[in-house]
């Protein structure tokens, strides 16, 4: 035989190795505890869709699935702490595109690369952002929001919960989009915002639909738009961006699980399928909306896709609008 065919013997003898010890492993996993980091403290939307996901999980694969808070860092800390850990299907995260595509589009030097060191598995639910405005400001709709803030031009104060993120970086093609000129005022966290919009002090938001729910239906917020493509089943009241026609605000915060780089496709394949059954209970679907948000599952390629999108659009935003975290 020669050298060739050797070498070339050997190397399909691994690749049917390979095949033969992932397909063996998918036959007997899970065979004890899945870790679940989640980069948040408990209590928060994605803690709250990670645990409701997590239970039914469990019950689907006939192992325990442990909730791992480990919040800092903007998010960032629990995602480096996933991405690090053993590729064998037993510690996942379930994280938001925020610490994968909107903090690597404005922060350098992270200790992870998004489209690397994690693989995609399925998203589990869309929260979309509705811009919001304190009661007392005289407007009913978008376009009263645009008429106030031509009349007063860099007067309007629209609040975030932080430079960088999210609803601070959706204020620029809202800007674009109408040709207007507003105030940024970032705060450190929803809570001041929701604070400070009660008591008149700033003027609007773009707010998670899950941070701003009770206030609006109490009525001490008034909801103007969804920036989801249909309506949100929890403001069935409120027009969305899809049917106003502005695509370039239909923006939403995404959930999604992800396993450490180097897991086996077979398991990543294991877990997806369990994802989506768990996706399409009932009582999860249920419980994820009154959480403030919708479920939704993806396959790993879809998902995969969708992470590189969005990174690209927020980085092409902060890149136009000079937004960077030092």
């Known amino acids: 035989m020669s050298a060739g065919r050797t070498l070339l013997h050997i190397m399909l003898s691994l690749v049917l190795s390979w095949v033969a010890l992932d397909h063996a492993s998918a036959q007997t996993y899970p065979s004890r505890p899945i870790k679940v980091v989640v980069p948040y403290p408990p209590g928060g939307n994605t803690d709250l869709v990670g645990r409701l996901f997590a239970r039914r999980m469990s019950e689907i694969l006939g192992v325990s699935m442990v909730i791992d808070n480990r919040g800092g860092g903007g998010g960032t800390l629990g995602v480096d702490a996933a991405a690090r850990a053993e590729a064998d299907g037993y510690t996942l995260l379930h994280a938001t595109n925020s610490e994968l595509t909107v903090v690597p589009a404005v922060q350098a030097n992270l200790p992870y690369d998004p489209l690397k060191s994690l693989v995609p598995i399925s998203t589990t639910c869309e929260v979309p952002f509705v811009l919001v405005t304190r009661k007392t400001l005289p407007v009913q709709a978008v376009q009263d929001v645009v008429a106030f803030a031509r009349q007063r031009p860099g007067t309007l104060t629209f609040a975030s919960v932080g430079v960088g993120t999210a609803n601070h970086l959706i204020i620029e093609p809202f800007k674009r989009q109408f040709g207007i000129d507003v105030v940024h005022v970032p705060y450190k966290g929803g809570g001041p915002v929701a604070n400070d ?116 659009r927020w980085t092409r935003i902060a890149k136009d609008n000079g937004i960077k975290i030092e």
């Open 197 to 312: 919009l009660l008591g008149g002090h700033v003027d609007a938001s773009f707010a998670t639909l899950s941070s701003i729910l009770p206030q609006v239906r109490s009525g001490d917020l008034r909801a103007l738009l969804v920036t989801s493509k249909p309506r949100a089943s929890q403001l069935p009241d409120v027009p969305s961006a899809g049917e106003l026609g502005f695509d370039n605000l239909i923006v939403v915060n995404w959930n999604v699980f992800l396993a450490p780089t180097g897991t086996a496709p077979a398991i990543v394949a294991r877990l997806h399928d369990a994802i989506v059954e768990a996706g399409n209970d009932p009582a999860v679907i249920d419980a994820t909306r009154k959480a403030g948000a919708e479920p939704m599952t993806s396959t790993p390629s879809a998902t995969s896709a969708r992470l590189a999108a969005d990174l690209a």
